[in-house]
């Protein structure tokens, strides 16, 4: 079957620009992660979307970054007024229900900001 | 705050070894601790996950072990193949939040 979905692959953008990045999840998974991974760093936790529960949006960076879900599907990234530290691959992952408990990650999203 | 930690330097075996990957965690036990493969370009793969009452988990030649006392999860690849070369993601998520956070990962690297 399908696995989680991200696009665009890649991204190359100019600082001060605003990008946007989508995540499809697994069909049927209630909880949707993402997650930042600059170059030889772990996984950064951004945001999380349980069902209909308000997001978790403790671990976005600033208030550049805003997420949403629409129809408990697909997410959507969104960083404005991007700027260079931003650079890094961006991982959404979702499973069968929350907990955080075996995450289906899609491949990332390589953005790079000149 | 709870903190994974896992061995930065990238461990070298020959093909036939059994790699073994640790992770180290602080604080609290967590609830339980999951491994990941990650390839380069790519996601990370769910592997095995082991709750904190149980010593041992199988899965072919994966075994993975939870150590409370130590506060240690050990990750091994029996009879590891060059195929088996990759980057090892250790992740958790406890005290009550559904959000893993994961170590910086370990580099593993099978010689033929």
């Known amino acids: 079957g399908a696995g989680v979905s991200q696009s665009p692959s890649n991204k190359v953008t100019e600082k001060g620009k605003d990008v946007e990045l989508r995540c499809d999840p697994i069909?049927?998974?209630?909880?949707l992660y993402w997650y930042r991974q600059s170059l030889g760093q772990g996984l950064e936790f951004l945001i999380y979307?349980?069902?209909?529960?308000?997001?978790?949006k403790s671990g976005l960076p600033s208030d550049r970054f805003s997420a949403e879900r629409t129809g408990g599907s697909v997410s959507t990234l969104t960083i404005q007024r991007t700027q260079q530290e931003d650079s890094a691959v961006y991982l959404c992952?979702?499973?069968?229900?929350?907990?955080?408990?075996?995450?289906?990650f899609g491949s990332g999203t390589q953005l790079s900001v000149l | 705050s709870q903190k994974i930690e896992q061995n930065s330097e990238a461990l070298n075996i020959q093909e036939g070894k059994t790699a073994t990957l640790t992770c180290n965690y602080t604080?609290?036990?967590?609830?339980?601790l999951q491994w990941y493969r990650q390839d380069p370009g790519r996601g990370p793969v769910f592997l095995l996950l082991?709750?904190?009452?149980?010593k041992e988990k199988r899965k072919e030649r994966l075994k993975v072990t939870f150590d409370t006392t130590l506060k240690q999860s050990l990750f091994h690849i029996t009879a590891s193949q060059p195929a088996d070369s990759a980057t090892y993601l250790c992740?958790?998520?406890?005290?009550?939040?559904?959000?893993?956070?994961f170590g910086r990962g370990t580099s593993l690297i099978v010689h033929p």
């Open positions: 992740g958790h998520a406890s005290g009550g939040s559904y959000i893993p956070t």
């Open positions: 069909s049927g998974h209630t909880a």
């Open positions: 604080n609290y036990s967590p609830a339980y």
């Open positions: 082991i709750r904190e009452n149980e």
């Open positions: 979307f349980q069902g209909n529960s308000a997001p978790d």
């Open positions: 992952a979702s499973s069968l229900v929350g907990g955080g408990e075996k995450l289906f």
